[in-house]
C-alpha cells in the first residue's frame, strides 16, 4: 500500500491517492481533476473517490471524477447532496480489493456529517484520513455553518477526536486541511501524521474537558473568506469538475470596454504593481494565497479581468480561481505597458521595507501606521502607535482608523496583505506606502 499526497497550497488543503495493487483510492479531489488522472497510471483502476465532508473552501470535483473513471462515489450518509452516492455509514465496511478495506468513522465538528475513512489491511488498521476533524497539532473549525451552530459542533469535535485516540498509536493521520487552509481552527501543520504522535504533541489532547475544548476552539478564530458561503451549496448540488480553456488576451482598448460592469485582478508582483497599475484594480501575487484573497474580495464570481506579468502562466491563474467558483473571466492583459503607452492613467504609490519604517519610530516622526493584519495577530502584539484594520475590513471604509489626509504606511507580516490593501486603500482614496519587504515582527523584535 501506498499513499501519494498531492497538495494544493493555496488552498491549504491535501488529496490523497491510496494505491493497493493496481487499485487506487482517491479522496477529497478539486474540481481540477486533470491533474489527479495524471498521476493515476493507465493500467490502474479507481475504485472508491472518497468525501469526508460537503466541503466549505473548494468545489469538489469528486463527482465527475468517479463519473470519469467508473469508481463508487462516496460520502457521508447525512451529507444531503442531490446526486447519487454511495452513503458512508459508521462502521459499515467499504471493502475494496484483496485485504484492504474501507471503514467510515462518523466524526462530526467540523460538519455536522463529518466522516473519516480508516484504512484496515489484512485485518490491522494502518491509515485513517481525517479530513477536517483531526488535524496535525489541531482540529477543523466548526463555525463554518454560522456561530449559531458553532457550540454544539465544537462538542462534536471533542467527541470526534476521542474516538479517533482510540485507534492504535502506529496509525497513519492524514488530514485534507493543513497549513494556510481557513477551515483550521488553529495553526495546523502541513504533513502527515500518527495517532500517537498527535495524542502526544496534539495541544487539543491536553483537554479532558468538553467546556474548556469548546473555549479553546471557539476563542482562537480568525474570520474566513466570503466565498466561503457559497461552496457547501455548489457541493450539495451541481460540483463540476472543470478543464479551463485559454483565456483571451487582451489589448488596453478591449480591456478598457470591458471594465465596466467588471473587477480588475492584478496577479503580477506587489513592487511592479506599485510602481504602476489600472485605477481601481486590486493587486494579489499569484501564488499560495492568490484565490482564497480573490473569492474574499471580490463579488463570488463576478466578471473579472486579469493582469498578469509575460511570464505568469494564465491558465494556472484561471485555475487557481475556478476551485473557489470564480470562472467568469473576461481575458488578460500582459502587463501595463501598452495601457501606459496609449495614453491611459496608471496609479502608483511608493514601497518601503520594515526596517525604513523602524527607522522613522525610531526618531521624531509623526506618521500613520495602518496594521492589515487579522484580529489575532494584532492582538498578539503591534507596533506602538499603529492602528488597525484587517484587510477585508477596508471593503467597508476606513472606520475611522486613518486619514485620507496624509500618506499612510501600511504593514503586515510580510508584505503580502499590505499590498493586497493598497488597491483597496486608493479606492477609499488614502496614498499609501507600503512596507513590501518585512513587517511587524521585524520591528517588534528589533526595536
Known amino acids: 500500500m501506498n499513499i501519494e499526497p498531492i497538495r494544493t497550497a493555496s488552498l491549504g488543503d491535501t488529496t490523497y491517492l491510496l494505491r493497493y495493487g493496481d487499485s487506487v483510492v482517491v479522496v477529497d479531489p478539486q474540481r481540477d481533476i486533470g491533474r489527479f488522472l495524471d498521476a493515476i497510471e493507465a493500467d490502474a483502476a ?11 473552501d473548494y468545489v469538489s470535483g469528486g463527482r465527475d471524477l468517479a463519473r ?3 469508481a463508487d462515489l462516496v460520502l457521508p450518509a447525512g451529507s444531503g447532496v442531490g446526486f447519487a452516492f454511495v452513503p458512508a455509514f459508521h462502521h459499515e465496511d467499504l471493502a475494496v480489493v484483496g485485504g484492504l478495506t474501507i471503514r467510515p468513522l462518523h466524526t462530526p465538528g467540523h460538519t455536522p456529517e463529518h466522516v473519516s475513512y480508516l484504512i484496515v489491511v489484512d485485518e490491522a488498521p494502518v491509515a485513517v484520513f481525517t479530513g477536517g476533524s483531526l488535524l496535525v497539532g489541531a482540529a477543523g473549525r466548526s463555525d463554518l455553518l454560522g456561530s449559531e451552530f458553532a457550540d454544539q459542533l465544537a462538542r462534536l469535535q471533542y467527541g470526534s477526536l476521542q474516538r479517533l485516540a482510540l485507534l492504535p498509536d502506529e496509525v497513519g ?12 481552527a488553529s495553526g495546523a501543520g502541513r504533513a502527515a501524521s500518527t495517532i500517537g504522535q498527535e495524542t502526544s504533541d496534539n495541544p487539543l489532547y491536553r483537554f479532558d474537558d468538553v467546556d474548556l475544548f469548546v473555549d479553546s476552539q471557539l476563542s482562537g478564530l480568525t474570520p474566513y473568506p466570503a466565498y466561503y458561503s457559497h461552496m457547501a451549496p455548489i457541493n450539495r448540488t451541481d460540483p463540476t469538475a472543470v478543464d479551463m480553456a485559454e483565456i483571451s488576451e487582451l489589448g488596453p482598448d478591449s480591456f478598457a470596454e470591458l471594465m465596466t460592469g467588471a473587477g480588475v485582478l492584478d496577479g503580477r508582483s506587489r513592487f511592479d504593481f506599485a510602481a504602476g497599475h489600472v485605477p481601481g484594480s486590486i493587486g494579489i501575487e499569484v501564488g499560495d494565497s492568490f484565490a482564497p484573497w480573490a473569492g474574499w474580495l471580490f463579488d463570488f464570481n463576478a466578471p473579472l479581468l486579469l493582469v498578469l506579468a509575460e511570464d505568469q502562466d494564465s491558465g494556472d491563474a484561471a485555475i487557481e480561481l475556478a476551485r473557489i467558483g470564480f470562472t467568469n473571466l ?5 502587463g501595463v505597458g501598452e495601457w501606459r503607452t496609449s495614453g491611459r492613467d496608471l496609479a502608483t504609490y511608493e514601497t518601503a521595507t520594515a526596517s525604513q519604517l523602524r527607522g522613522h519610530l525610531q526618531g521624531d516622526w509623526e506618521g500613520q501606521v495602518l496594521d492589515v493584519r487579522d484580529p489575532l495577530e494584532w492582538a498578539a502584539g503591534h507596533v506602538e502607535g499603529s492602528t488597525h484594520r484587517y484587510v477585508p475590513d477596508l471593503l467597508e471604509g476606513l472606520a475611522g482608523s486613518v486619514t485620507a489626509r496624509y500618506p499612510v504606511w501600511v504593514i503586515c507580516r510580510t508584505g503580502n496583505r499590505a499590498s493586497i490593501a493598497a488597491g483597496l486603500l486608493e479606492r477609499l482614496g488614502v496614498q499609501p506606502i507600503v512596507v513590501a519587504t518585512g513587517g511587524v515582527p521585524d520591528i517588534i523584535e528589533r526595536r
Open 46 to 56: 479507481v475504485t472508491h473517490v472518497l468525501e469526508t465532508h460537503v466541503h466549505n
Open 330 to 334: 473576461l481575458g488578460v492583459m500582459r
Open 173 to 184: 493521520v492524514y488530514p485534507t486541511h493543513g497549513e494556510g487552509s481557513f477551515c483550521t
Open 68 to 70: 470519469r473513471t467508473g
